[in-house]
């Protein structure tokens, strides 16, 4: 479990978040939603240590991350992974050599132990026998699932996503949201998503928080929000008439 | 003014801390080392080469036509020529020419990769960026750089030769004589400690001009552009200290 307390994060005069007290439970995505400049992408930087917060504190389990040295906060990073908005694979290198690129750095397996993890982890993400290929000669959808390959290749405790549908059509993106839902819970870790796809908030969230100019301005789980009445919710996740009347007709079965 | 370039230099202290630290996957350091070996000593073989024979070369012309009609022997063009390749000439213009191929090259890979999320997904595998990404730059630029000017020097005197030999300015004996006359060793070691010092002033500078990259394309434009500048003001800097320091 990840835990916040009271976190704010200032840049110079502009104070992004104010007071995100949350929590992100063990085996269940959480989500964070919000319109665009709200703060999701600071929150979720500043859950992985890319950014100190101004005030409060981070927990994994029990432990304040912020409160650790380098070597201590690079043990807690070794259990963690993260795909990225641009799924950030490093274009020099093989689609094998980016999966591999974790296990080189930090095991001592051999090189027969870490092919086997690496074809695993292509496996698991239906991605198998791409391993010579770079990243530039594959679509957007399967450098996606790359990066949760990659994500996923030291074991991590705690799998954080920034965006994983940004650019991808409808059906590949309920590929990857399947494909986050289903690793959450086989390995039975802490998942943090950052999104505001529409599809995923309802299809995997399981915890909701919504960022609304930096605060929390809902918490709950899909099947929650049809019946809010919290309009900041309701305009964010019902923007368009067409999710209005579908909210309607929900409403009125 | 005087804040901002104490600003600069604590952080790039501060990195150069972080950067210089025991790696912590051998073998992996050892690949990106020779990696950038390859990359900074045979890519720049070429360029370093074509300027040495025609700083040689342009040298001992000049000599030549200072030297016309004076009493000074015309075979000192060979020790001119040696010499002035030697202390001055092979370390910091190939290094102010390296700082333009090199530098720009380095700060342009490490702020791509700032700009493209690359560092940060390596922040959060754990991996010590600064270490990973800047120190094998640093050894390999300390090995290859002070080898390509030793080539260089080299090569300029064979230019110097082949512009007052072949053209009939100098006889085959009279060059030769000059270049093994008043041979002082200490020249050498000169040139060996310009190359170190240049070599980690212009790697390190440009890594930290690449490292803390902000923005889009135009600032990694401008990173790129004031990795060569100050590489180039630091290295003739030290050129002038290190002068001031062995010839006292």
New interface residues.
Partial sequence: MIRTENIFKAFGDKTVLHGISTSFYKGKTNLIIGRSGTGKTVLLKLL???LTPTEGKVYYGDTDFFGLNKKEK??I??K???L???S?L??SMTVEENIR??L???TNHTAKEKNMRVDYCLERVNLSGINSKFPSETSGGMQKRVGIARAIV?DPEFL?CDEPNSGLDPKTSILIDELIRSITQENNITTVINTHDMNSVMEIGENIILLHQGHVAWRGNKDEILETENEILTDFIFASPFLQRLRAAALNK | MLFNFFYHFGRYLKMMGTALTRP??L??YYRETTRQMIDIGIGSLVIVGLIAIFIGAVTAIQFSYQLDGTLVPRWYIGYIVRDSTIIELAPTITCLVLAGKVGSNIAAEIGGMRQ???I??M??????TANYLIMPKIIAALFVIPLLVAVGAFISVIGGYAATVFTGLLSNAEYIQGVRSFFVEKNVTMMFVKALVFAFLLTSVSAYQGYHVKGGSIELGQASTNAVVYSDILILLADYLLAVFFTQ
């Fill in positions: 992985v240590g890319l690079r043990q990073r070794m963690v992974g993260m990225f908005q641009s950030a490093f274009d690129f974790p080189d750095m930090f030291l954080f | 912590e996957k073998n992996m493209k999320e690359h940060d997904a922040e959060i595998m754990g991996v010590n």
